[in-house]
């Protein structure tokens, strides 16, 4: 699977951004796809994941209520919505892929996913 992620950029705090991962090289309907996000100096932090067959989703405790993950499955491309931005939500975001495993949902962990995009830059400014 190849994850290409786009959409970053600078926005105020309160504003809005929407980041897409286009998937090529595999059917997706067997997988769990997820965002991530990394702050400089800090772990990479579970952000949302959702399953493309079930369409099942999952959400970390810094994006519930603010953030949301969907799917097109015309254009093999996940979304995260972000709404409410804030400061500390600056980071990079890196969405992933592996197939779905009922027995480890929701899988939050950057371990448990094999394929991964490049990053997109998020800054919010106060």
């Known amino acids: 699977v190849q994850l290409q992620a786009s959409g970053g950029g600078l926005v105020q705090a309160g504003g809005s951004l929407r980041l897409s991962c286009a998937a090529s090289?595999?059917?997706?309907?067997?997988?769990?796809m997820g965002w991530f996000r990394q702050a400089p100096g800090k772990e990479r932090e579970f952000v949302a994941a959702?399953?493309?067959?079930?369409?099942?989703?999952a959400y970390g405790d810094s994006a519930k209520g603010r953030f949301t993950i969907y799917k097109d499955n015309a254009k093999n491309t996940v979304y995260l919505q972000m709404n409410s931005l804030k400061p500390e939500d600056r980071a990079v975001y890196y969405c992933?892929?592996?197939?779905?495993?009922?027995?480890?949902?929701?899988?939050?962990?950057?371990?448990?996913?094999?394929?991964w995009g490049q990053g997109t830059h998020v800054t919010v400014s106060s």
């Open positions: 959702l399953t493309w067959s079930g369409y099942n989703t």
């Open positions: 090289g595999r059917t997706l309907s067997r997988y769990t």
């Open positions: 992933a892929a592996d197939l779905f495993h009922a027995s480890s949902w929701p899988a939050t962990k950057p371990d448990q996913y094999a394929y």
